[in-house]
């Protein structure tokens, strides 16, 4: 099966803009940047080495279309299946690998 194949579920994406508090402190202020976009997510269960990174138990895995742009600055929102519930909350990108027809994002949950 493809990845295009795999990518039954949606994910929201936020970016952060760069704006500063009324004390001119760095604000929170993340705005939705991509909505509805097809992905999968899964979580590892053991470790794997994959060139000079090694993914540790657990860590949840997603990917994308190889066209869609996120960068490690951004985070996930949530992960819907195709039922509408919600499978995962607010979690970071901890890496992004390119491959031929998709991205592969290595993510870390907030607790």
């Known amino acids: 099966m493809g990845a295009k194949q ?3 579920m949606r994910v929201t994406i936020e970016r952060l803009r760069d704006k500063k ?3 001119g402190q760095p604000g929170a202020d993340w705005r ?16 794997k080495i994959t060139g000079t990174s090694i993914v540790e138990a657990g860590s949840p895995m997603m990917i994308i ?3 869609i742009d996120v960068t ?6 949530n ?3 195709r039922r509408g519930n919600e499978l995962y909350g607010i979690m970071t990108i901890d890496s992004i690998i390119k ?3 998709h991205k592969e994002l290595r993510l870390k949950k907030i607790a």
């Open 72 to 77: 490690m600055d951004d985070r996930i929102q």
């Open 65 to 67: 279309g190889k066209s």
């Open 21 to 23: 508090d009324p004390y």
């Open 32 to 47: 939705v940047y991509h909505s509805e976009i097809p992905c999968y997510v899964w979580e590892t269960g053991d470790r």
């Open 6 to 8: 795999k990518m039954t």
């Open 79 to 81: 992960v819907i299946d």
């Open 99 to 101: 491959r031929k027809d």
